[in-house]
């Protein structure tokens, strides 16, 4: 049986289920202090004085520092980019001077305990001047707004667009053109871990060791270095297990750089475990964008033009090291989805507002676009009286078609898009679910179904970085295989598992790649000090990318030792297979275990062959280049209750192309867990703030997360088309299950409310917005400003 495809289960769970696992908050090391931050309650404030003595006075606390004390110690987080029209901004690990959102850390305590570090957090003293707030990015793009970085001159942190023919020309001759005003909300990644971190300095050593909660260590080792003035290869970024990331935990957080300034200065280990209000106040966040969108066809419903403006509300800071581009730059990227579209302009704008910045969250802006473009469909479907999946299967980019570049520039190597919603259609009965819409309207039931089609760019290589424009690598990714001289086998990657399941899934690709047992094979991950160069695990990369890496030094190893094999058992090497971990000679029935080999590997020249260096290693990286396109279509059947605005999702079915694959009980959990978080956002999740700039929605009483009683059984069915251009024909498939969900629900909803002329703009749609559009009690939708002073058009 071949290890890559095979149901293998988890080996990780074992451990992680038992309680074995050891998270950030699981570490104490000897004379080790805790760390607890005085965080702003205003959004928008100069702070006048900053009275620390009564904290240092405190029982047990050890230090306390305000941003002006960390200034020497720490420069500022600065995230610069390429892209013209990019502004930077500085984020000290402390605020000095002013506050630009509630939340942000003003001043850090520490103490023996987390116990007195908190009292005495709360014996600061804080004389503040409030400032007036920028609630959103509409106010904040308009002329005079209070401005968030003087430096800068603006609230307009970017702006880009992409261009491909006419838009405006084919849209005023277009047959049909359907466009509207869309709002998608802002979003908190709600990890199962609070973001938390540990430093210790070894002054002897001169060597500094952080472990932290995140998906980057290599990122998180390389900026630290440049902020805190350590050398490099004196400065170790370990990720123990980390309880889920999402995207969140893929940027440098001030936390992480106050906690190794306190290590150094106090000679001491410096820990943070943050509680759940303060991830929701001070990690970063996701989405909240206005999107104008109009979309032109022809009376044959085939795709003409879309043109899109959007502005995004990035809060108050550019992270690093993604900047206040991650988002909005991908929904403009990736708007035209996998159709055909001849022309296409797409505008964007990221404004910084006084909110907690925006970051990275599964999927990356393709949740928006998705959302967008698949509602544009249907309205068009029923203005030309067509069924959505007719209209989208003409419109759909075939396969003869591939490499097909899209109108934004990025390029899908391969799809089965087609392919993919027909198989959707086919096992949904989308027929006979459509019949029994016609019979349940007749019994005055509202039963609607919803189908949306994406695709995506995964393991992105170095033709184009991760983040649009951002000044790093994220396009490599190395792997290091050693055969131990017991005939084990060592694994180390720069990557950082946080449920993905790195464990088992890489150690199936090595094993088979190698010839070796997999009970054989142990991965490390996440640890910068033992792993080749690389960044982490983010952007749905690591099976394309770090999997390439396995495969290429995998493959090193395995000549090298049918090379030896072959000496040793005097055959050929072109007659020695390598398999489950005994390299026989083919025909014969001559073999020698891989633990023999190994042993001859180290014993010196003497037992190999004439020219050969001794031991079995070999690291290798891989790059990608371009990235290779997933993809999938996702329907939905929904029952809405107008009476009490509830809505039930009856059905859920994926039918997705993630390539070959590695494990399908780890594709299927990565698919069920995405569509979950995808419902959610559909639905339930929804960060909001006041006009004062006040997180409203600080506990998840407040933050409402899907249930189980929320999430349908999700029906997951694989198309498994290798990509045409990755080693190993991976695909990436993490994120995916976020993307088409959102859409998915939505056009399902509009669907069963259709004969009551309702139409979804705005998600999540909770029950009260939902009440709203059926009694038809909302205000008309106010027109957004763009930057530049046009108003943004609207029509339908």
Not at 18 to 46: E, K, N, Y
Not at 197 to 217: E, F, I, K, Y
Not at 367 to 383: G, H, I, N, Q
Not at 569 to 576: F, Q
Request: aromatic content about 6%.
């Amino acid at each position: 049986m071949t290890l890559i495809g095979a149901p293998v289960r988890r080996v990780e769970d074992a451990r992680l289920l038992t309680g074995g696992g050891r998270f950030v908050a699981d570490l104490v090391l000897p004379r080790m202090l805790h760390a607890a931050f005085l965080r702003s309650p205003h959004a928008h404030a100069r702070i006048h004085d900053l009275d620390l003595r009564r904290a240092r006075a405190a029982p047990s606390v050890a230090a306390c520092l305000g941003g002006d004390d960390l200034r020497p110690r720490a420069r500022p987080i600065r995230t610069e980019s390429r892209m013209k029209g990019y502004r930077a901004t500085d984020c000290p690990p402390l605020a000095t001077g002013k506050v630009r959102y509630a939340g942000e850390a003003v001043a850090v305590v520490v103490a023996e305990s987390r116990y007195a570090a908190e009292d005495a957090a709360e014996l600061i003293d804080v004389r503040w001047e409030p400032l007036p707030v920028v609630a959103g990015a509409e106010a904040g793009a308009a002329e005079g707004s209070p401005l968030l970085h003087e430096e800068v001159g603006s609230n307009v942190l970017l702006s880009r667009a992409f261009v491909q023919g006419d838009a405006d020309r084919a849209l005023a001759s277009a047959a049909v053109v359907v466009g509207d005003r869309f709002r998608f909300h802002r979003h908190a990644g709600v990890t199962l871990e609070n973001r938390a971190c540990l430093a210790d300095w070894d002054a002897g050593g001169g060597l500094l060791t952080l472990w932290s909660s995140t998906q980057v260590p290599g990122l998180l080792r390389d900026v630290l270095a440049e902020l805190l003035e350590v050398p490099a290869h004196r400065l170790r970024v370990v990720a123990p297990d980390v309880g889920g990331g999402f995207g969140v935990k893929s940027a440098l957080y001030p936390e992480e750089v106050t906690v190794c300034a306190l290590a150094r200065l106090l000679g001491r280990p410096v820990k943070w475990v943050g509680d759940r209000r303060e991830d929701l106040l001070a990690s970063t966040q996701a989405w909240d964008e206005v999107i104008e969108a109009r979309l032109g066809l022809g009376a044959d419903g085939a795709l003409e033009a879309l043109a899109a403006r959007v502005l995004a509300d990035v809060g108050a800071y550019s992270v690093h090291p993604w900047t206040a581009s991650i988002e909005v730059i991908q929904v403009i990227s990736f708007l035209p989805g996998p159709y055909r579209l001849p022309h296409y302009r797409g505008e964007a704008w990221g404004v910084a507002t006084n909110k907690a910045p925006m970051g990275p969250y599964r999927g990356v802006g393709r949740p928006v676009s998705t959302f967008v473009l698949e509602a544009l469909l249907d309205r068009a479907a029923r203005r030309l009286g067509m069924d959505p999946v007719e209209l989208r299967l003409k419109n759909l980019i075939r396969p003869e078609e591939l490499p097909y570049r899209s109108p934004s520039g990025v390029v899908w190597d391969g799809g089965s898009f087609v392919e993919s919603l027909e198989r959707a259609r086919e096992v949904a009965d989308y027929t006979g679910a459509r019949e029994e819409q016609v019979l349940a309207r007749a019994q005055k039931r509202y039963v609607g179904i919803g189908v949306a089609a994406y695709v995506e760019l995964t393991g992105v290589g170095s033709a184009i970085p991760a983040s649009p424009g951002a000044a790093i690598n994220t396009g490599t990714e190395g792997a290091t295989v050693r055969v131990d001289p017991g005939g084990t086998v060592t694994a180390t990657f720069g990557l950082a598992c946080h449920g993905q399941g790195h464990e088992t899934t890489l150690a199936q690709v090595v094993a088979e790649e190698l010839g070796a047992r997999l009970e054989d094979v142990r991965i490390i991950h996440g640890d910068t000090a033992a792993s080749p160069t690389g960044t982490g695990t983010y952007a749905s990369r690591s099976a394309v990318i770090g999997g390439g890496a396995a495969i290429l030094a995998s493959r090193t190893l395995r000549e090298k030792a049918v090379r030896i094999a072959a000496h040793l058992l005097e055959a050929g090497a072109e007659d020695v297979a390598l398999e489950a971990g005994r390299a026989s000679v083919r025909g014969t029935g001559r073999s020698v275990t891989l633990r023999e080999i190994a042993a001859a590997a180290y014993a010196g020249v003497k037992r190999l062959p004439k020219g050969m260096e001794p031991g079995l290693e070999a690291t290798r990286f891989y790059d990608p280049y371009l990235g290779t396109a997933s993809n999938a279509t996702h329907i939905a059947v929904v029952d809405v209750d107008v009476e009490t605005c509830a809505v039930r999702i009856r059905r859920f079915v994926v039918v997705e192309d993630c390539g070959r694959i590695i494990n399908p009980l780890i594709v299927e959990g990565q698919a069920i867990g995405g569509v979950a978080q995808g419902i959610g956002a559909a639905l339930l999740e929804e960060v909001v703030y006041d006009e004062d700039g006040q997180l409203l929605t600080g506990t998840l009483m407040d933050y409402l997360v899907p249930t189980a009683s929320e999430v349908p059984a999700i029906e997951v069915h694989h198309l498994e088309r290798p990509s045409p251009t990755t080693l190993g024909g991976f695909k990436g498939v993490g994120e995916g299950g976020t993307i088409g969900a959102p859409a998915a629900v939505a056009n399902a909803i509009a669907d069963a409310l259709a004969p009551l002329g309702v139409e979804i703009t705005e998600l999540p749609l909770t029950p009260q917005r939902l009440f709203r559009l059926i009694h038809r009690r909302s205000s008309p939708a106010s027109r957004p400003t763009m930057p530049g002073g046009s108003p943004a058009r609207r029509s339908a």
